[in-house]
């Protein structure tokens, strides 16, 4: 039977990185995605803005929606200070069973929760179930069009407090329309675009980092 791409970009890591440590798999899935097959991860370029958000905001509490093969998770939880933690949603079973092995073999598993559902379902359940307060920073790189109505949810919610970061991933490419008219108008929000590209192309994209005002 045929592999899937997740299964065979879960085999570069499994033979190429380097187990607990998560720079190694990044280069790796990088690598794989830039010679073998293009896969929707954030990317290294995006990355970079990531990172660089990540470490500005230094976030105890990490929301990402949309978790795919877990290179951002990676990414964002091999950032965090030890006692931090950041809670993954991935709605497909097959991403979350690929993830949840790239995850572990970059070492970083005791920062993670990755769960399985619907955004729009988890998301009313983080307090009661998770035992979270606030995010600090949410992660938006699932299906473009469950960004504005999972960020009102997430409003509605009450995980979101002053200074709380939002950064979405495809604001341009696929691109989320909607969501970006909401968070640049609403007077809850202080808005700032990062021009970048499509990961491993030279498509424009970006990412829209919106700081939640209160
Ligand atoms: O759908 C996406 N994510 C949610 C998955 O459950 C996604 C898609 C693309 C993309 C795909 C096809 C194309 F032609 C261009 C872009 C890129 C991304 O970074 C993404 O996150
Ligand atoms: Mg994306």
């Not at 190429?16 to 190694?24: E, I, M």
């Not at 280069?27 to 073998?36: E, G, K, L, P, V």
């Not at 949840?100 to 955004?119: F, H, N, Y």
Request: hydrophobic residues 35%; aromatic residues 8%.
């Amino acid at each position: 039977t045929q592999s899937t791409r997740p299964q065979r970009l879960l085999g570069a890591v499994q033979k190429k990185a380097t187990r607990g440590n998560p720079r190694s798999v990044i280069q790796t899935i990088d690598q794989f995605c830039r010679q073998r097959e293009w896969a929707m991860n954030v990317g290294d370029e995006k990355g970079c803005i990531l990172d660089s958000v990540v470490t500005e905001t230094n976030p105890t509490t990490v929301l990402e929606l949309g978790t795919y093969c877990g290179y951002s998770t990676v990414r964002i939880a091999s950032l965090l200070p030890p006692q931090a933690r950041l809670i993954t949603l991935e709605f497909n079973p097959d991403f979350a069973r690929i993830a949840r092995q790239v995850i572990t073999w970059a070492g970083v598993q005791d920062k993670v929760e990755l769960v399985e559902g619907a955004s729009g379902d988890l998301i009313p359940k983080m307090k009661a179930q998770f035992g979270v307060n606030t995010f600090d920073l949410v992660f938006l790189d699932h299906w473009k069009d469950r960004y504005l109505p999972d960020t009102k949810l997430m409003e509605e919610c009450g995980l979101l407090k002053k200074g709380s970061i939002l950064l979405a991933d495809n604001v341009i490419c696929p691109g989320t329309p909607d969501y970006l008219e909401y968070v640049r108008n609403s007077p809850r929000y202080q808005s700032q675009y990062f021009k970048s590209h499509l990961e491993y192309t030279k498509v424009e994209d970006g990412l829209e980092k919106s700081v939640f005002l209160g």
